[in-house]
Structure formats: structure tokens, C-alpha cells
Antibody, heavy 117, light 106 residues
Framework: QVQLQESGPGLVKPSETLSLTCTVS????????WIWIRQPPGKGLEWIGY???????NYNPSLKSRLTISVDTSKNQFSLKLSSVTAADAAVYFC????????????WGQGTMVTVS | SYEVTQPLSVSVALGQTARITCGGN??????VHWYQQKPGQAPVLVIY???NRPSGIPERFSGSNSGNTATLTISRAQAGDEADFYC?????????FGGGTKLTVL
């Protein structure tokens, strides 16, 4: 059974770079799209961006200038880097997988809270 | 950019039927997915591609999509169904989420 686990610092200083990694276990990272989604406290879901296992990416235009998403197939991991963070970037960050048979997100990580302070 | 609109809240009496809508311009031409999120938990996919239930999702959850409105229907609502529900579509390679609907079971 495929599982996703986010990891990274829970506290980031303003103007610094937020870095998170999602580790895929129980299955291969190959042949799937992998997604980052965030949720500010008390608010809804916001799409951040996604990466295909081959390395191709697509980003939310509102974050594109600060965002890098990459994949490491040898480690079965994909990562997010968001630069120049502000308090508005504080959120629970989720990683997820886009299903192969359709384009919904069928598997999610538990999420990790990132505070900017 | 494409936008989808959900009601902020929906209430349903225990055992009755709840309907949560997701509105968007010609949304009937898109595949709509629905997620349930309980407090402190990650979202869970409950309906994909308008009408399909993933394995393990009760038959009480169903979906439809036509014209400018997609609908998630929850029959015989239970206390455990209380949660936030989000619709999601793809638009030109971008992911679009609705703002979410809080379902209260009375």
C-alpha cells in the first residue's frame, strides 16, 4: 500500500526558504504525477504545484516566481522549495499522488504544519 | 482562470440526504472530484470523475455533473459524515479547488 510522508522544518524565518520533502513508500514514484497542496489555518485547499516522475513541472502562477519542485527517483522522493516566505505562507503542507487511471488525487500524506516566524 | 464555487455550509438532519454543489462555467464538460476532510486530517477522495466511488467509500456517497453544477449527494447522513468537502477540477493543466463546504449533521 502506497504511503506518503512529508518532512521538513516546522518553523521557517521570514524571507528564508521553506524546504519540504515527500517520501513515497510501498510503491514506485515512476509513472505518476506528484502534487503539493497547502492549507492555511482555518482556510481551504490551495494547489502549489506538481512534478511528473520525469521531472517536468507545473506551478501555481501565484507562487511560480518563488517555487521549485523537484523529484529524486533514486530516493523515491519529491521536494518543494519556496523562497522569500512571509506569514502568508504559514500552512499545513500536503503531498499527494495523482491517480494513474484518472486525474484525482487518490493518496495523500498526513500533512505537515509550517509556521513562519 | 477557471473558478468553482461551493456554499460555505450545508446542514442535514440525521438520516436525511445532503447535497453539496460545485458551480462553474460549463463544469459539466470537466471531470469533477470530491474530497472529504475531517478536522486535523488529510483530505480523502470520495468521488472521482463525477460519479465514481473509490474502494472503501460507502454507497451513500454519490455524484452528478451537468451544465454549470456538479453535486455531491450523501444519503442517510450519519454523524460521522460531518466534515469539510472540497470539489476539484483541472483547467488547462492547473488544479482548481472549490472553497470548501462545511457539512453539519443535525
Amino acid at each position: 500500500q502506497v504511503q506518503l510522508q512529508e518532512s521538513g522544518p516546522g518553523l521557517v524565518k521570514p524571507s528564508e526558504t521553506l524546504s519540504l520533502t515527500c517520501t513515497v513508500s510501498g510503491g514506485s514514484i515512476s509513472n505518476y504525477y506528484w502534487i503539493w497542496i497547502r492549507q492555511p489555518p482555518g482556510k481551504g485547499l490551495e494547489w502549489i504545484g506538481y512534478v511528473y516522475y520525469s521531472g517536468s513541472t507545473n506551478y501555481n502562477p501565484s507562487l511560480k516566481s518563488r517555487l521549485t519542485i523537484s523529484v529524486d527517483t533514486s530516493k523515491n522522493q519529491f521536494s518543494l522549495k519556496l523562497s522569500s516566505v512571509t506569514a502568508a505562507d504559514a500552512a499545513v503542507y500536503f503531498c499527494a499522488r495523482r491517480a494513474a487511471a484518472h486525474d484525482a488525487f487518490d493518496i495523500w500524506g498526513q500533512g505537515t504544519m509550517v509556521t513562519v516566524s | 482562470s477557471y473558478e468553482v464555487t461551493q456554499p460555505l455550509s450545508v446542514s442535514v438532519a440525521l438520516g436525511q440526504t445532503a447535497r453539496i454543489t460545485c458551480g462553474g462555467n460549463n463544469i459539466g464538460s470537466k471531470n469533477v472530484h470530491w474530497y472529504q476532510q475531517k478536522p486535523g486530517q488529510a483530505p480523502v477522495l470520495v468521488i472521482y470523475s463525477d460519479i465514481n466511488r473509490p474502494s472503501g467509500i460507502p454507497e451513500r456517497f454519490s455524484g452528478s455533473n451537468s451544465g454549470n453544477t456538479a453535486t455531491l449527494t450523501i444519503s442517510r447522513a450519519q454523524a460521522g459524515d460531518e466534515a469539510d468537502f472540497y470539489c476539484q477540477v483541472w483547467d488547462s493543466s492547473a488544479v482548481v479547488f472549490g472553497g470548501g463546504t462545511k457539512l453539519t449533521v443535525l
